[in-house]
């Protein structure tokens, strides 16, 4: 199925907020669930369409029903072994963060080039050498690196980890790595989110 | 200024890149900027004409002006003082790219309920007891608040933050938080970003 990355992101956000949310109804209204999420009713019709969710006139979507196919839109069947690559306190906060929700991602491995860690276990993740990251993403079917090494070292452990055979990156590093195309990546860059927070709420001070 | 959020994020890209970056010009040319970001020349072009910059046809885009005036647009002129809300790992990683980070952001304040922590410098940025936020925020003029804090405990430090004169917040913990007009929220969904890779990787691979 072709679906565009925004309708993805907000498929998942449905998914969590009526799965986490002991809702006092079997079924959900579009607009009451728009609300919740600051989105508007069309929005959420038209991405409940795009996979095949049509809503009760007088009940509307059935919660269950709803969860089930976004499940089956976005989950993959024995879902997608995932790996921190630095164990610095963002590798540590984004383990936590996917262990405490449900997901179909399994945290297999860390990397780090600190030797108090390597061939321990951290934040309950056995932790590797960097350079073994073609041998150990081989061997234990990793398609999603989360990379959260200092800057300096971002464009080299991407490199080694898209030519170890990775599918997938989220970028939280601030710098610009370059991917092929059968590499899908997806970055979370905390200034550029602050300086658009700025720039808006100094607009908004000038009203 | 009225632009949109999308465009703001992308010129602080665009200032992030060529500020980093030992180019080996004065000057560049919309298409290498965009190959830079994975963008296209016609949104460089787009954005850059939104702040009122045009390229020179032979030489490209003054890279000093082009900064110049994307700090003129997107920075406060006193800046913006930041609290970090939580204080555990999370917090702890986005205190430390703020500081690496050449911006108007000042963390003037991180709050934690950890009694080992209240008091002392954490990060090297004062911690106080959440049940503070009120004065210090006011105390300190703090606008900006970068919520690192555990799910459970979320929707109250929001609650709190808003009443307390925040005028923005960059939500980091996957729960849904409502903020009034004023407010200006920015959510970081690290399951979402994951949940987004690994439809398309899924995808990818059923071609």
Same mark, same amino acid.
């Given at each position: ?19 986490? %949310? ?9 607009? &009451? ?8 009713? /069309? ?12 809503? &009760?006139?007088?009940? !509307?979507? &059935? ?25 610095? &306190? ?20 860390? %990397? ?55 599918? !997938?990156?989220?970028? #939280? ?25 700025? #720039?808006?709420?100094? /607009?908004?001070?000038?009203?």
């Amino acid at each position: 199925m072709r679906l565009p990355a925004t309708t993805i992101a907000r498929l998942s956000k449905y998914r969590r907020m009526l799965g986490s %949310f002991n809702y006092e109804s079997t079924h959900i209204f579009s607009h &009451n669930l728009a609300k919740l999420l600051n989105l508007t009713p /069309e929005q959420v019709r038209r991405d409940l369409m795009l996979i095949g969710l049509t809503g &009760n006139h007088r009940k !509307g979507y &059935n919660i269950k029903e709803l969860i089930d196919l976004v499940s089956k839109t976005i989950d993959s069947e024995k879902g997608h072994n995932v790996a921190i690559v630095g164990m610095g &306190n963002l590798g540590m906060a984004v383990t936590a963060f996917i262990r405490r929700a449900k997901t179909r991602l399994n945290i297999v491995a860390a %990397f780090d080039i600190d030797s108090g860690k390597i061939g321990k276990k951290v934040a309950d993740v056995t932790c590797y050498h960097v350079d073994d990251i073609s041998d150990i993403v081989r061997d234990l079917s990793i398609s999603i690196a989360v990379l959260t090494v200092p800057p300096g070292e971002a464009i080299d452990v991407a490199t080694l980890l898209i030519k170890s055979g990775i599918k !997938g990156i989220l970028n #939280f590093t601030s710098v610009h790595i370059d991917v092929p195309p059968h590499v899908y990546l997806k970055e979370t860059n905390i200034i550029t989110s602050l300086e658009e927070i700025g #720039f808006f709420i100094k /607009e908004g001070s000038s009203k």
